[in-house]
């Protein structure tokens, strides 16, 4: 098993930055990517972001791309997404997730393990 544990949410500006951090524990000797999914109320989780295991390879949501970076410390298990000019439609709770594939994929039915969420609000 597999547990994520999310933190770094908070209530921000219109242009403000956040960092977010997931730390895995467990056998995270099985995680390949990792990324982050958000759900604003009343809608569908969506995919923002995802790296490979080396961190070489990331794939980002169209919406973010530019504002958005993903990366990890596989040494300290944490995947980080830094989050810059953020802007109200960004408000959401964001989700790391984890993969045991080898491809980056954008679906979140493919993502095994999740953690608990952690809030991201952006006001105007």
């Known amino acids: 098993q597999v547990q994520l544990v999310e933190s770094g949410g908070g209530s921000v500006q219109a242009g403000a930055s956040l960092r977010l951090s997931c730390v895995a524990s467990?056998?995270?000797?099985?995680?390949?990517?990792m990324g982050w999914f958000r759900q604003a109320p009343g809608k569908e989780r969506e995919f923002v972001a995802a790296?490979?295991?080396?961190?070489?390879?990331?794939r980002y949501a169209d919406s973010v791309k530019g504002r958005f970076t993903i990366s990890r410390d596989n040494a300290k298990k944490t995947v980080y997404l830094q989050m810059n000019s953020l802007k109200p439609e960004d408000t959401a709770v964001y989700y790391c997730?984890?993969?045991?594939?080898?491809?980056?994929?954008?679906?979140?039915?493919?993502?095994?393990?999740w953690g608990q969420g952690t809030q991201v609000t952006v006001s105007s």
């Open positions: 790296i490979g295991r080396s961190g070489g390879t990331t």
């Open positions: 467990g056998r995270t000797d099985s995680i390949s990517i």
């Open positions: 997730a984890a993969d045991l594939g080898i491809i980056i994929l954008t679906s979140s039915r493919v993502y095994e393990y």
